[in-house]
């Protein structure tokens, strides 16, 4: 059974940092790409991050360039978000999910970051 | 940058109705980068249809995907319980992915 398991979530001061992890099981993690979609209460959802099964592309989107870097362990089928200069817009249940080209077939159930002082 | 506008807002239908969802592209986009999810409160978000028409696993057929031109429709045959939700159609570009606005359909 594929799983999907977020962590590392919680109450951040604005400008503080937090590093998130989606930890993979029941699938070949090594063979797929994976991305961060976030989901800022009572909204829609927003694309964060991608990254490609062997980590040679990253992308991201233009609110947090810069700021946000996508990594994974492929030896420990784990995925990471390194979050930096966190602001309140970055408030969100952050959900990991496996695939690629928009196909986004299995999720996580999130973790919820929030950023206030 | 491609804006995906999704309609309308707010569905309100009864269980066995028809429901048709509308998605629609700023720019022509490439079809087999359309997807479509479903969304319960408290849930993750689950896919339902990408390449625009093409079922996800598991996925009842009463839900279909259709294309034509830059709009992209979900079309729920007939409503379940199950299916009042909020959706979402998503599209894939080279370097990045777009989520419209998606639309609730509630329980009239």
């Known amino acids: 059974e594929v799983q999907l398991v977020e962590s590392g979530g919680g109450l951040v001061k604005p400008g503080g940092s937090l590093k998130l992890s989606c930890a993979a099981s029941g699938f070949t993690f090594s063979s797929y790409g994976m991305n961060w979609v976030r989901q800022a209460p009572g909204k829609g959802l927003e694309w964060v991050s991608s990254i490609s099964f062997s980590s040679s592309y990253t992308y991201y989107t233009d609110s947090v360039k810069g700021r946000f870097t996508i990594s994974r362990d492929n030896a420990k089928n784990s995925l990471y978000l390194q979050m930096k200069s966190l602001r309140g817009g970055d408030t969100a249940v952050y959900y990991c999910?496996?695939?690629?080209?928009?196909?986004?077939?299995?999720w996580g159930q999130g973790t919820l970051v929030t950023v206030s002082s | 940058e491609i804006v995906l506008t999704q309609s309308p807002g707010t569905l309100s239908l009864s269980p066995g109705e028809r429901a048709t969802l509308s998605c629609r592209a700023s720019q022509s986009i490439s079809s087999s980068y359309l997807a479509w999810y479903q969304q319960k409160p408290g849930q993750a978000p689950r896919l339902l249809i990408y390449g625009a028409s093409d079922r996800a696993t598991g996925i009842p057929d009463r839900f279909s995907g259709s294309a034509s031109g830059t709009g992209f429709t979900l079309t729920i045959s007939r409503l379940e319980p199950e299916d009042f939700a909020v959706y979402y159609c998503?599209?894939?570009?080279?370097?990045?992915?777009?989520f419209g606005g998606g639309t609730k359909v509630e329980i009239k």
């Open positions: 998503l599209h894939y570009s080279s370097s990045s992915l777009t």
């Open positions: 999910a496996r695939g690629a080209l928009g196909r986004l077939d299995y």
